[in-house]
């Protein structure tokens, strides 16, 4: 049972350009969660998603992020414009109702 | 403001001696707690979690330990081993209905086990 798969594992971006980070859940997992992790700093909520659906968006920044999760293919978080300040590894997790969530490998964005 | 504290950033111990890992927290609607375990480059792996009905949860060499008059828990660790050498994060959450369980995180402890 492959674990949640995010890719690409690293992106670097200029600044100005749209980065787009994927994560597949691990399998029969309808519950997916975005957390970013800021240097010298703890995970930090950003979206919670189940399929089609955004639960709770209250840790995403009000602007050029969005995050989605189709009924078919990954989930994608989405960057628009991106600034130096979004340089950060940001982190899938999926549950298949309440337990424990597993976690991915991460995406490290580096904004230029 | 800072829900879920983890004061020690770092902390080294003998191989074989037991590491204690700490972590405050601040919100009385948390009622689930968890360790995860972060190697560099990966992302963190679930260890070992308490509800707030019980006061111990214990599997293998991990053991938890919550004091809910004083909002705070504590992961034990005997023996340590070097591969124990990782950031180790607690983390919180509680049912908000749609919200389901988000987990708010403390800022990690890089435990170093000196063989």
């Known amino acids: 049972n492959a674990g949640v798969m995010q890719n690409p594992r690293h992106l670097v971006r200029r600044r100005g350009q749209e980065a787009r980070l994927r994560c597949s859940p691990m399998?029969?997992?309808?519950?997916v969660y975005w957390y970013r992790q800021l240097p010298e700093e703890g995970l930090k909520f950003m979206v919670y998603?189940?399929?089609?659906?955004?639960?709770?968006e209250s840790g995403m920044p009000k602007e050029r992020f969005s995050a989605e999760f189709p009924k078919e293919g990954p989930s994608i978080l989405r960057i628009q414009q991106v600034v130096r300040g979004d340089s950060a590894a940001y982190f899938c997790?999926?549950?298949?109702?309440?337990?424990?969530?597993?976690f991915g490998n991460g995406t490290r964005l580096t904004v230029t | 403001d800072q829900q879920v504290k983890q004061n020690s950033p770092s902390l080294s111990v003998q191989e074989g001696r037991i590491s204690i890992l700490n972590c405050d927290y601040t919100?009385?609607?948390?009622?689930?707690f968890l360790w995860y375990k972060k190697y560099p480059a990966e992302g963190p792996t679930f260890l070992i979690s308490?509800?707030?009905?019980?006061d111990k949860n214990e599997d293998g060499r991990f053991t938890v330990f919550l004091n809910k008059s004083a909002k705070h828990l504590s992961l034990h660790i005997v023996p340590s081993q070097p591969g124990d050498s990782a950031v180790y994060f607690c983390?919180?959450?509680?049912?908000?209905?749609?919200?389901?369980?988000?987990?708010?995180f403390g800022s990690g402890t890089q435990l170093t086990v000196l063989p």
């Open positions: 997790a999926s549950s298949p109702d309440l337990s424990p969530l597993h």
């Open positions: 399998k029969g997992h309808s519950h």
């Open positions: 998603l189940q399929k089609e659906n955004i639960i709770d």
């Open positions: 919100n009385s609607m948390f009622d689930y």
């Open positions: 308490i509800s707030s009905i019980k």
């Open positions: 983390a919180a959450s509680y049912f908000s209905g749609g919200s389901a369980r988000q987990l708010t």
